[in-house]
């Protein structure tokens, strides 16, 4: 006879026995959802992959759109903004202002008291100490980093003791060339005693004014103002008029010749200019023969000036 031997089974009266047979179900519980859920999650993966595709791609295609508005945003910010790509800006502001449009005589040789500036009418000291201090700091220096478009340009007047590079602005350009229009219109005071000849180079050969007339004429088209000048009927002419009462959108003056004036130097300081090709010569030269090659470009005629201003016309 086969003798059988019993098995021992935990008791159920076992105290441990109730906690192991419940973490035993709760794995294999876990293990089974676990499976389940990654089933589920592969199913609805697949179910869903078209939308999720064309998810995607909208997602990508509004980041290029978003890229490319940002970009042609910035871009048009630039052409929008002809101080983007200069040192002014940050500092350019504008405000809406009227032109002082009085008259400057009351009658042929009377000056109009009233006129608010010093800018116009026959030549006296007011006048020529107003221009003097408008342009005292035409002449700025920068650095490299700071030129903009001319960054690469290598034939700047670069300063002999490293501080920068010698430049203007439009701005005061064009100002030179109404003071030079204006002293022109006075030429028996600002040019006395020019013979016929010296009168022909003043006007042609030198390109003065001729050549301010052309620069002013490209400076209004290129800065054109569109403010509305209305033809209106007055009690004073028999025919329509153009008055231009309106007001302007105009550049905040005060910061640019602020910050003129902090970047400005004096060009006539002994040593500041030297020719990279022509040094020995200009080192053995004064100041002012310097300076008269710098001018032997642009005017033929003397200056009486003492401010190194490769824009002015030279009269005695």
């Known amino acids: ?106 009658d042929k040789d009377t000056p109009n008291p009233s006129k608010t500036n010093d800018f116009n009418g026959p030549p006296r000291q007011e006048l ?26 290598d034939s700047i007047v670069q300063l002999a003791d490293g501080t920068g590079y010698w430049i203007t602005v439009s701005v005061f350009h064009g100002l030179h060339c109404i003071e030079r229009l204006h002293h022109f219109l006075y030429s028996e005071t600002y040019y006395p005693g020019l013979s016929e000849d010296d009168t022909f180079t003043l006007k042609l050969h030198t390109e003065r004014p001729e050549h301010c007339l052309d620069w002013l004429r490209h400076y209004v088209q290129c800065n054109a103002d569109t403010t509305l000048i209305p033809i209106q009927w007055t009690a004073e002419s028999p025919g329509p008029v153009a008055t231009d009462p309106g007001t302007h959108q105009c550049v905040v003056w005060d910061p640019i010749y602020e910050w003129m004036a902090s970047h400005s130097f004096n060009p006539s300081q002994p040593g500041l200019l030297i020719h990279p090709i022509l040094d020995k010569i200009l080192r053995a030269a004064t100041y002012s023969s310097a300076c008269d090659s710098v001018w032997m470009h642009y005017s033929l005629l003397p200056d009486n000036r003492a401010t190194c201003n490769p824009f002015e016309e030279r009269h005695s």
Request: hydrophobic share 35%; net charge negative.
């Open 1 to 106: 006879m086969v003798d059988y031997s019993r098995l021992e089974s935990p008791s159920r009266k076992d105290p441990e026995w109730l906690p192991r047979r419940h973490a035993v179900e709760r794995e294999e519980l876990l293990e089974s959802n676990a499976g389940i859920y990654r089933s589920s999650r592969w199913s609805w993966l697949n179910h869903h992959r078209r939308t999720i595709v064309i998810h995607v791609i909208f997602l990508v295609a509004n980041l290029f759109v978003l890229t490319a508005y940002a970009s042609g945003w910035l871009t048009l910010r630039y052409l929008q903004d002809p101080h983007y790509n200069t040192p002014f800006r940050n500092t350019i502001s504008y405000e809406d202002r009227p032109f002082d449009l009085q008259p400057i005589y009351l």
């Open 128 to 153: 020529d100490n107003a221009w003097s201090t408008l342009m005292q700091y035409q002449n700025v220096r920068l650095h490299k980093e700071e030129l903009g478009q001319f960054s690469e340009d």
